[in-house]
């Protein structure tokens, strides 16, 4: 470790999106003292949404690097990739890495990201079956994919649904198992998430809703799944997309109040003031949601970086940021402004049958979220009509000769 970053400054445990912006913000918001990022992961980081998509399958695939070559050199940032933060002392403040180092510190921000949920069924630990988070599962996955036939998918969200729409452009069968009702039933409202359904079946998938994973069979390699009906689907590979698990150890070995991750006033300090989480990692008081949330997106990650960066430069405010997300599925992409809530009431545009749409979404009268397949025009008047709270109501939503986009560009010139 160098002179400069002996001294305390600000350690970022994690190197995502989140850790990255976080390290940045601080010098674009003229932080001066040292800054130091710790990153588990072998390789510099890289940018993982186009792991599920662009990246499989190809033939001198490569990741997509977070920052450029001389990011951390021109910013003065001191990375340590391939170091994993072992422990916190707070009393001491000082960060213990798995090297035998301790890194001292004014403030920490814990940007530790989130885990795949694993199978824990009979036959899980058999070769062919994986998850895909990180570069390392996607080169696993990779090495795999060009001798695969028949691929089973077990979970209906966005990474399972992203990896079978390019499973079946490269002509692979694939099967999905989703134990709930709908495909992405947590993020999406009923009418999107059908609609999906119905596009990944007309496309040749085999969705199996209400249907469980039971367990893998094989011998050394999976072989077949075994659903919790009973049926069983042959397989040359198993994907796994059921979630993740926010990273929490680290924050609360060290007595961190921990909650589905962890916790952080709206400003996005922990219980100790001087330790910050953001990202896929933190459950922070979302006034969009109206209830504490962990938001899993490139967007709340870059964003509550930023704000922890003005927070610990004592520019403190309340974190507000619109959540949006998106997903590309084959040649449908969605895009998602807000958070829907079961029981939301929704207002159709566009034509459903073309692949062309959007979904309004109110609550108690009120414009909450839009989700929008293959209309981005739609989806960035959406994040204006919401981030404005521009008054806007159903039946006015519902009348297609009302321009949306013209109505939130013209409310906007008004702010």
């Known amino acids: 470790m160098n002179a400069e970053h002996s001294r305390p400054g600000v350690v970022v445990v994690g190197g995502g999106h989140a850790g ?30 186009p792991l599920s998509k662009d990246y499989l399958g190809g033939q001198d695939a490569a990741p997509l690097p977070l920052r450029g070559p001389r990011f951390a050199e021109e910013h003065r940032i001191h990375l340590r990739t391939g170091v994993s933060a072992t422990g916190i002392d707070r009393q001491r403040r000082t960060v213990h890495l798995d090297t035998g180092e301790e890194v001292p510190y004014t403030h920490l921000v814990l940007a530790t990201g989130a885990a795949n949920r694993r199978l824990t069924c009979l036959g899980a630990e058999l070769d062919g079956v994986h998850g895909l988070r990180t570069l390392a599962d996607a080169q696993r996955l990779n090495a795999e994919l060009a001798a695969a036939r028949r691929v089973v998918v077990v979970g209906a969200g966005f990474i399972g649904l992203e990896f079978a729409a390019g499973a079946r452009a490269r002509g692979l069968a694939v099967t999905v198992l989703e134990f709930a009702p709908r495909p992405m039933g ?27 994973i039971d367990r893998c069979e094989g011998t050394g390699r999976v072989e077949a799944v075994v659903s919790t009906t009973g049926d069983r689907y042959p397989a040359d ?6 979630g993740v698990a926010p990273n929490t150890a680290l924050a609360g070995d060290a007595g961190l109040e921990v909650d589905n991750g962890v916790v952080v006033d709206a400003s996005l300090r922990t219980s100790d003031p001087a330790v910050l989480a953001v990202g896929d990692c933190a459950s922070f008081p979302s006034v969009h ?12 990650a870059t964003d509550q ?24 599925q084959g040649p449908w992409k969605l895009q998602i402004a807000g958070l829907y809530r079961a029981g939301d009431h929704t207002v159709v545009r566009g034509d459903p049958t073309a ?10 009268g009120a414009l909450v979220a839009v989700e929008s397949v293959n209309r981005p025009a739609d989806h960035m008047a959406a994040r204006k ?28 010139i008004a702010a």
């Not at 430069?313 to 959540?323: E, F, H, I, M, V």
């Open 186 to 212: 947590r993020a999406v409202s009923p009418v999107t998430g059908d609609w999906f359904a119905q596009a990944h079946i007309a496309s040749g998938v085999d969705l199996r809703l209400g249907e469980g």
């Open 20 to 49: 990255m912006q976080a390290a940045e913000s601080l010098r674009t918001e003229g932080y001066e003292g040292p800054v130091t990022v710790v990153v588990d992961d072998p390789h510099p980081p890289y940018q993982r949404p």
């Open 289 to 300: 949601a109206g209830v504490r949330s962990r938001l899993e997106s490139v967007q709340n």
């Open 355 to 364: 692949g062309k749409f959007s979904v309004y979404c109110f609550r108690d």
């Open 305 to 328: 970086a930023r704000h922890a960066a003005r927070t610990i430069l004592g520019r403190s405010a309340d974190y507000t940021d619109l959540p949006w997300f998106w997903s590309q």
């Open 237 to 242: 590979l198993v994907v796994v997309g059921i």
């Open 385 to 412: 009509l919401i981030d404005g709270r521009m008054p806007l109501t159903p039946a006015q939503a519902a009348d297609p000769a009302l321009d949306l986009r013209a109505v939130a560009h013209a409310a906007t």
